[in-house]
């Protein structure tokens, strides 16, 4: 470990010795050396790995941007031409991101900074339509994020596609303003989005591990369901059509819901 810190070293005062430079990753001498903006050296063999790697590694399937700072300082690692091609569509969703994030925390706060909404916002991208889409608080997806399943990481519009019954998930009139969903564990509305994947009423919400355990067993109580794993007698309290417990379903708008039932 020394001696390549003082290789390092040697090589940032030094001036121009690349090809001298073992990677500060795996130290192989015979790797491809690429010199980050910062002066750190790592081999192409690293970078493609760390890149390709992702979030996975460091927020499950949160998505988060750490990992595309030098591995040694943290600094930006955009820059490098060889690494362009890697590089650009995580840039082109690293603004996709961040422009989502400051407009919701402009909507709920009014104002603030990119740094507060993505520590705020939890992002996570679908493996349908490889779109980012917001999933929920940072908090709620804390402790949870290693668990996931690739295939529940469905954004609200593939969700709605993959459901056909599901009804549309913004109004032409009142956008997505009174968009209503199904809690997934039970016949309620959901107050709650989280982990990328599920809506929740309140009480499914408080006892997720519990709701979230059932749906794995195969136990989840089939409609009409109260929450958290009650069955309830009698008629649907929804009184609508909907996929069975534990699946996502998107009731439409609300406000358009309430006109026709005016008539
Ligand atoms: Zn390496
Ligand atoms: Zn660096
Ligand atoms: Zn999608
Ligand atoms: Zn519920
Ligand atoms: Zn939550
Ligand atoms: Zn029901
Ligand atoms: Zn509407």
Redesign the pocket.
């Known amino acids: 470990m020394e001696v390549a810190v003082a290789a390092l070293n040697a090589d940032i005062g030094g001036g121009p010795s690349e090809v001298e430079s073992p990677c500060c990753l795996c130290y192989d001498p015979d790797s491809d050396p690429l010199t980050m903006g910062c002066g750190h050296v790592f081999c192409l063999g690293c970078m493609t790995a760390l890149l390709e790697g992702r979030w996975y590694g460091r927020s499950g399937a949160r998505i988060s941007f750490g990992f595309m700072g030098c591995p040694m300082c943290q600094s930006d690692i955009s820059g490098h031409p060889v690494l362009d091609t890697l590089m650009a569509p995580l840039v082109t969703l690293r603004e996709k991101v961040h422009r989502m994030a400051t407009m919701r925390q402009q909507m709920e706060h009014g104002s603030g900074s990119v740094s507060d909404a993505i520590r705020e916002y939890a992002y996570y991208q679908c493996h349908r339509c490889a779109e980012p889409y917001y999933g929920g608080a940072v908090e709620c997806a804390a402790g949870s994020e290693t668990e996931y399943n690739q295939d529940d990481l469905t954004c609200p519009r593939c969700t709605r596609l993959q459901s056909p019954t599901s009804l549309p998930d913004t ?1 032409s ?2 956008g997505t303003d ?1 968009i209503q969903w199904k809690c997934r564990y039970c016949c309620s509305m959901a107050v709650f989005f989280c982990f990328g994947t599920t809506h929740f009423c309140v009480e499914c919400h408080n006892n997720y591990s519990k709701c979230q355990a059932a749906e794995k067993a195969g136990t989840l109580p089939p409609c009409p369901a109260g929450p958290v794993l009650n069955g309830l007698a009698g008629e649907c309290p929804l009184g609508c059509a909907h996929p069975p417990t534990g699946s996502e379903f998107c009731m439409g ?1 609300a ?2 819901r309430l006109k026709e039932e005016d008539y």
Do not use: L
């Open positions: 109004c009139s009142h009174y708008c406000e358009c």
